[in-house]
Structure formats: C-alpha cells, structure tokens
C-alpha cells in the first residue's frame, strides 16, 4: 500500500509536469524538452537548501521559488525569441547542464554519492504519505483548474493565436514576447515547484533521477493524450505512467522470469502506442477543442439537477425512517422537487 | 494620421530594393500605390509598419498634437498600437481561433487580456461585441461562429481583423487578391465609410487599377525601389514613365 501511494504520488508529480507543458507546447508552441531540468533543478535545490543548511520546508520552498523565477526568466530571455528548432536544443541543452552540475558540484548535491534524507514537511505517524498524497492532489487539481480556465479565458484565445501566427499577431498590435515570457515562466516555475515537492517523496536524491526519459514520458504522455486539449495531460498520463508503471509493473500477475522485460516492453509499448496514435490520431485522443459555453452550462445544469435529485432521495430515506407509516408527505415533495430539478434543466 | 519617409533604403545581401528620398502618406484620404511586380510596394510597408528592419533613414509620424514621432525606436506591435495597420498580401490566419473569436482576440484591448483574465474569464465589452456582431453580419461569413475554411474568407478575415483594431493609418497590401469581385466592393464602401467619418485614412497597394482609380485621391508610382511620380489619378494616368514602365503602353 505504502508503494502505491508512492506511485501514486508520481503519478500525479507527472500529471502537473504535463499541464504545465500543455500550456508551453499546447497553447504557446513553445518545445521546452527541458523538463527534467527544471524538475531536476528544483527537486535538487529543494534538497541542498534542506540536507545541507537545513532550513525547513517552508524556507526552501520560497527559496527554490526565487530561484526558478531567476532561471526560468533568464532561460526565457535566452531560447524565446529562437525558431522552435534551437528552442528545443536550447531546453535540452539546459537539462544536460543541470544533470551534469548535480554530478559534478560535489560539495552541495553530494555527487553520485547521493542526497538525504529529505523529509516530509509534516509527520503525523503512519498517515503522512496520505496526508501528502492530498496535498499534491489538491496542487495538480488546481493546476488543472487554471488550466481548463485558461482555455476559456481571453488570454487563452491570445496565447493560441501567438502558437498559429506570432508575426500577425504583432501585426495587431500585441506584445507576443511579454505574454510568451510571462506563461513560459509560469509553466517552468511549476515544473520547478513540482520537482521541490518530489525531493520528500523521493527522500533520497541520485543525479541518475535526472535523466532525459523524464521529460520525454511527459512529452508522450501529452502528445498522446492530445497536446491542445486542456483535459489531454492528465488523460495522457493516465493512459501511459497509470498503465504501465502502476497497473501493468505493480498488478499484473507476471513470474520473475518475466519480470525482468517489464521495463524494456514497457518502453516498446509506449512507443508503439505512440506511433499509433500519431498515424491515427495526430490530434492526440483528445482533439483540441475547448467545449463551447453551452456545453459547460449543460453540465452545470445537469450536475445541479444531480444534486437536487440525491437531495430528495435523502429526503424521502430520512422521512421513511422518521415516520414508517406516512409516504404521503415525502411522496409530493419530491415530485416538487423534481418540477424544480427540471426547471433548472431546461 | 501621417506618415513620412526620409532617405529610406532597404537592401538585402548588399542589393538594393528600396531607396525613397523623401514621401509622405496618408493626407489624402484613400491613396494607392501602384507599380510593377518587384518594385518595392511591400517591402516599403514593411518598413513602413516596422516589420522589416530599414537599412538605413527615417519614418516619421505625425501625431495629433503635430509633433512628429520617429518609429524607428518602436517594435511592430508598438507602431500598430500608434495606429498604423496593416493587412496581408498572402493569407495568413490563426487557424485554431473561429471568425468570431478571432475578432475578440484581435479588438480586446491588452489589459483585458493579461493574466487576471484567468480570474476574472471577463467577457469583451458589449460595445466591441456588438461591432463584431455588426461587421459580421454585414460580410457573408457561411459560419461566424466556425473557422475560416475557404482562401477568400481568410483573406476577408484578415482585413475585417485590422479594421476592429481601430487603424488610424489602414494599409492595405492587394485587397482585391483572393476576394471575389462583390465583396472587394463591399470592403472598399465600408473602408470609404470610415475614411469619410474621419476615423481613418487609407493607403492599398493594387494591382486592379481600376480600383485604384475609382477609390484613391492620391497615387503614388514605385518602380525599382523609389517612387517616380505621384499624384491626382488622372495625372498618374496620363504620365509618360508610369504607362512605359507600368502599363506596358
């Protein structure tokens, strides 16, 4: 149990990676194959700031914050105004730097030795992984609600025209380079934040944790679940992290013999669930539509009308169980509230 | 609004395309410019509207107040801002924004789009939105609310766009390219509508001469990078280097 909360964790660790990419690669264009830098930076600096001056969680976390902003501002300044192309040999360039300072700067991350122990911000006995758990879920759910509002919002429809057209959109008189830095620093604060609160889950830091296949099962992952729907990332995630490390690595009944080609098929399926999605679906699963308003007030509607129903259902339990003998008077309340339940609908 | 060039020169790879000594644009209500392929005509807004860099001169702007403002400091964004527009020769579009949506994103100010927009999902103002809703009417759009599918609604698109931004010096590269004839007409009265109601002046490179006559105050003639002659059409018209080199008389 305790591993799967851990996998869990990640799981959603990935999750936040993924939406915060959407909003580099999905809605600006923006090919940051540097995400494990910037994981990798803050996760390290997360664990330096507390094993070596043991500062408490707190503390580092606000420091790993001015310092994401500082590099993340800087590399934005630096690959920002490039074609895509050296965009994305600028961002792994980046990563290969930050892996290779983690083994070389000795005297701070401890080199190949390794790094620990981090502990968790709080300890409550045998329940803070949960505990944890909660709290990394309400960061990617929030994460997710500014995702799905950014989409709706105008500076989603700005931010999707600078992706399709940055010249014309200039043309019309917006600064395109500001809004690009000011998202591309937000979604590379993220990644760095996301990797500050992986170091208490991983507790243990070894520079082989920053390698580049973290940043490209993130780039799957959104490309699979489809790279311009605000819904694709966790979608994607779930599709390959939740399948195959969590349920296919941890449940599937596989002998020892097998167990040792796990990982390598694991990889294999990946990439062919890859290519096939790319050759039949190029959108990713979800195409790249936002649902218009209309949708959204339908769900509203009928969640609402949900909520009504199981109100009166509650209803009608409680008076059956105060009083045995009378349905009457549960009976016409409930067809008011179905009126109103369906008013509400329509 | 006014626009003037001095000494402005743009050359590529040491080869000169465009040498203007010294003109201004946009004083005469709708103006042309006209001349043979290659001679500079878009190379010069895009200097003009900052999108190519200059070699060498100066733009100066006219403000309201009468002080001219050099735009050689400015980035392309900022010049169309000060109001100086530009529609495209060759289509270009924002493909994932529907007709409508692409007008919202074009006609809301910056600071209704920044970040707090996440916060706030503020809808444009009921003013724009019913200029929008206007505009589109007036055009025969198959689906305001879907996307620009065919090359002549791009086009149209593209300049319906330059319009809400409120251009105080429109400038249009080759309207008539891709548009059918009736809707030209209709883009040119509502252009004259605004022109006449003082919000704008206007300037359209054409190669549809007789558009040029029928709508433009002004002509002016580039060839080979600098402008030969300019004036009344009916000058243009009748002038010996315009129809040698132009109009193949």
Known sequence: MAYLIFTLSLLLIYVGLALALHIQFGLLGI???????????????????????????????????????????????????????????ATIAFAAIVSLLVVTEKWATMGVVGLGTIRYPFRIGGGTEYLYFAFLLAVVVGLQILVLRLHRSPTGKLLQAIRDNEELCASLGKNTFQVKMFWFVIASVV?????????????FLTPNMIVPSVTFAVWIALIL????????AVVGVFVTFGLFDILIETYA??????????????????????????????????????????????????????????????????NAIQNPNTNQPADSTAAQENDGAADGKS | MKLSATNLTKSYTGHPVLDIQNASFGGHGIEGLIGPNGAGKSTLLGCLTRRIQATTGDVRLDGDDGVPTSLMGYQSYEVARMGLVKTNQRIQNFDSLTIRDSLRMAATPSDKQDWRSVWTLAPI?????????????????????????SGGEKKLLDI??????????????EPTAGLPDEITQDVMKLVREKVDAGEMTVMIIEHDLDLIW?????VHFLSEGSILFEGKPDAVKKNRVVAEKYMGV
Not at chain 1, 58 to 87: C, E, K
Not at chain 2, 127 to 144: C, G, Q, V
Not at chain 2, 214 to 218: A, E, F
């Open chain 1, 191 to 203: 990644m760095c934040l996301l990797g500050a609160l992986s170091a208490p889950l991983n507790q």
């Open chain 2, 160 to 173: 319906l766009r330059c319009v809400i931004v409120k251009p105080k010096l429109f400038l249009m590269d």
């Open chain 1, 31 to 89: 090919a940051n194959f540097g995400v494990v830098g910037f994981w990798g930076l803050g996760m390290y600096a997360m664990g330096v700031l507390q094993v070596q001056l043991d500062m408490s969680f707190v503390d580092a976390l606000f420091l790993v914050l001015v310092l994401s902003i500082a590099v993340s501002w800087l590399m934005g300044w630096l690959v920002l105004r490039l074609d895509p192309q050296a965009t994305l040999c």
């Open chain 1, 253 to 318: 009944p596989v002998s020892p013999e097998l167990a040792v080609v796990v990982p390598n098929m694991k990889l294999f399926l990946y990439g062919l669930l890859l290519m096939a999605v790319l050759i039949y679906r190029p959108t990713g699963l979800l195409a790249p539509t936002t649902p218009p308003e209309h949708v959204w007030a339908e769900i509203r509607s009928a969640g609402i009308a949900a909520g009504r129903g199981a109100m009166t259902l509650f209803q009608n339990g409680k």
């Open chain 2, 125 to 149: 103002d009921d003013a724009l939105e019913a200029e929008i809703a206007t505009l589109l009417a007036r055009f025969p759009f198959s689906d305001p609310d879907g996307y620009a599918m």
């Open chain 1, 225 to 232: 679940g489809g790279k311009g729907h605000s819904l694709g």
């Open chain 2, 214 to 218: 029928k709508n433009c105050s002004y």
